[in-house]
C-alpha cells in the first residue's frame, strides 16, 4: 500500500460529524423504548439486561496477545466461546446495541489500565467493516463499540480507517482472510491509538488496521476488542 494520507480527506471532516450526530440520535432514540421493553438475555432469554447477571458469571476473561504483527498487543475481554458467541451475534448481526453498552463499562477498565500513563497522546478508533456489510446492516459493530467505550472512558473517538472495497471476512478460509484485508488511513496519526473490533480470531483484521494506522504516523498501536478465540492458530 502507498502508506501516504490522501489530503483531500480533510474535506470530509463533516461527513464525520455527522455520521456522529446520527449514531448518537439512533442511541438517544433507542433509550426511549428500553424502560417499556426489557432486554432480554442473547444466551439464556431471562430479561435484566443482555448479558443478564447470571450469564456474566459464565464468561471466561480473555487473555493479551502480544504476537500479531503491526501490534503491540492485542487485549480481549472474555473469551470467544460458546458463553459470548450469544451476545457477539446479537451485536453483529440483529443490532443489538444494548449488548455494547452493558460491555463498555469493563472496556472502558480495560482501556485505563492498558494504556497507563501513555493517556497524553492517544486517540480511539475502529476497524471498520466493509462499507456494504454496513450498508446492509445499518451500523458497523466495531463502531458502536468504540464509541460507546468511549463514552464511558469520557475520550473522543474518530474514525481514521476506510476499509478496502469487496473484501468479506465471513465464510472465506483464513488464508483468504489475510489476503483480502485492507484498510487505508483518512487522517494523519500520532502517539499510540486505540483500534477497537468485536472480535479478534486470527488476529488479520487488526493486524492490517495497525499497518494502516502506523503508516499514518501513530507509533504505538493496541487493538481491544470484546472476545477473543481461547486458542489463536499461528500466522
Ligand atoms: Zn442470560
Not at 499497518?211 to 498501536?221: C, D, I, Q, T
Request: charged share 25%.
Amino acid at each position: 500500500m502507498s502508506g501516504r494520507v490522501r489530503g483531500a480527506h480533510h474535506a470530509e471532516e463533516p461527513d464525520l460529524y455527522v455520521a456522529s450526530m446520527l449514531y448518537w440520535l439512533r442511541v438517544y432514540v433507542e433509550s426511549l423504548f428500553v424502560p417499556w421493553f426489557p432486554v432480554a438475555c442473547a444466551r439464556c432469554g431471562a430479561e435484566g439486561g443482555s448479558p443478564c447477571p447470571s450469564c456474566r458469571q459464565d464468561f471466561t476473561p480473555a487473555h493479551v496477545l502480544d504476537d500479531i504483527d503491526n501490534l503491540d498487543a492485542v487485549i480481549g475481554l472474555v473469551v470467544y466461546d460458546e458463553v459470548s458467541r450469544p451476545f457477539i451475534a446479537d451485536l453483529k448481526y440483529r443490532g443489538r446495541w444494548a449488548t455494547a453498552r452493558t460491555f463498555a463499562p469493563a472496556l472502558a477498565v480495560l482501556l485505563e489500565e492498558c494504556i497507563g500513563h501513555e493517556g497524553r497522546c492517544l486517540t480511539l478508533t475502529w476497524a471498520p467493516t466493509t462499507p456494504e456489510r454496513a450498508r446492509q446492516r445499518g451500523f458497523d459493530q466495531a463502531e458502536v463499540i468504540a464509541r460507546e467505550v468511549g463514552r464511558q472512558a469520557g475520550r473522543p473517538v474518530r474514525k481514521l480507517l476506510e476499509r478496502g472495497p469487496g473484501d468479506q471476512q465471513t465464510g472465506r478460509s483464513r488464508l483468504e482472510r489475510a489476503r483480502g484485508v485492507s484498510f487505508h488511513p483518512l487522517f494523519e496519526a500520532a502517539g499510540t491509538v486505540i483500534v477497537f473490533d468485536d472480535v479478534v480470531t486470527t488476529g488479520a483484521t487488526l493486524s492490517a488496521a495497525a499497518h494502516a494506522l502506523r503508516s499514518a504516523g501513530a507509533e504505538a498501536v493496541v487493538g481491544i476488542t470484546l472476545a477473543a478465540t481461547p486458542e489463536r492458530p499461528n500466522g
